[in-house]
């Protein structure tokens, strides 16, 4: 099951084509020089300090060209370095931030830790649509972090279809005062995919930035 956010399907007029002036590049640049010195008039040649800074320009305009082009290897390079850096994860358990619920085969682990003692700590699970499927009332529960377990059921005790869901754990004391609670997810890495020319992780139908993975096993 995916985990999509829902939005309002809306009309987008078509973008308008704006017209620019062609960029000139280091060919260009040459093509104009030349046709300049077989132009110029035989009584008047071109000076030569001119036209040594011409030159110069078109030296300058041929570095940075190669080193645009050195920089963007480099960068190529980096993120297919970093891609076969994360292979090794394929496979292996991770913990991010965020409440994640993998359904597979097992029941679902859900991890969190609360900040203070609680009298009351419930935790709601929803689909993809952010509707809550099922409500585990855990009681009271000591400060620090803990640990429940999901076994797949909806509120009437219908088996869920396998995929990722989301929870979140609410949680008071005994003033009735809201108690923070942050959670923290287990998750299968099960591939590496390219999002817009970065490498990700992939979690079943979940995609990862790999600076969010706090703990790998």
Same mark, same amino acid.
């Given at each position: 099951?995916?985990?999509?956010?829902?939005?309002?399907?809306?009309?987008?007029?078509?973008?308008?084509?704006?017209?620019?002036?062609?960029?000139?590049?280091?060919?260009?640049?040459?093509?104009?020089?030349?046709?300049?010195?077989?132009?110029?008039?035989?009584?008047?040649?071109?000076?030569?300090?001119?036209?040594?800074?011409?030159?110069?320009?078109?030296?300058? #305009?041929?570095?940075?060209?190669?080193?645009? /082009?050195?920089?963007?290897?480099? @960068?190529? &390079?980096?993120? !297919?370095? *970093?891609? =076969?850096?994360?292979?090794? #994860?394929?496979?292996?358990?991770?913990?991010? /931030?965020?409440?994640?619920?993998? @359904?597979? &085969?097992?029941? !679902?682990? *859900?991890? =969190?830790?609360?900040?203070?003692?609680?009298?009351?700590?419930?935790?709601?699970?929803?689909?993809?649509?952010?509707?809550?499927?099922?409500?585990?009332? *855990?009681?009271?529960?000591?400060?620090?972090?803990?640990?429940?377990?999901?076994?797949?059921?909806?509120?009437?005790?219908?088996?869920?279809?396998?995929?990722?869901? *989301?929870?979140?754990?609410?949680?008071?004391?005994?003033?009735?005062?809201?108690?923070?609670?942050?959670?923290?997810?287990?998750?299968?890495?099960?591939?590496?995919?390219?999002?817009?020319?970065?490498?990700?992780?992939?979690?079943?139908?979940?995609?990862?930035?790999?600076?969010?993975?706090?703990?790998?096993?």
């Amino acid at each position: 099951m995916a985990i999509v956010n829902a939005t309002t399907p809306s009309i987008v007029p078509p973008p308008q084509t704006t017209l620019k002036p062609p960029e000139l590049g280091k060919n260009d640049f040459l093509n104009l020089l030349v046709a300049q010195l077989k132009n110029q008039d035989p009584l008047k040649p071109m000076d030569s300090s001119s036209f040594v800074a011409e030159l110069a320009q078109f030296s300058q #305009l041929e570095q940075s060209a190669n080193q645009s /082009k050195i920089l963007q290897e480099v @960068l190529d &390079a980096q993120q !297919a370095s *970093l891609q =076969y850096s994360l292979l090794p #994860l394929i496979g292996r358990d991770v913990r991010i /931030k965020g409440g994640f619920a993998q @359904l597979g &085969a097992a029941p !679902a682990p *859900l991890d =969190y830790s609360v900040s203070r003692d609680a009298v009351s700590v419930k935790v709601a699970i929803m689909n993809a649509s952010g509707q809550v499927v099922r409500t585990l009332d *855990l009681g009271a529960q000591k400060a620090g972090a803990q640990h429940a377990v999901w076994d797949g059921r909806d509120q009437n005790g219908t088996m869920m279809q396998s995929g990722t869901y *989301l929870y979140a754990v609410t949680a008071y004391d005994a003033q009735d005062q809201a108690v923070p609670a942050t959670m923290t997810s287990r998750l299968t890495i099960t591939g590496i995919r390219l999002v817009e020319g970065q490498p990700k992780l992939v979690a079943g139908d979940l995609t990862i930035d790999p600076g969010s993975v706090i703990e790998f096993r």
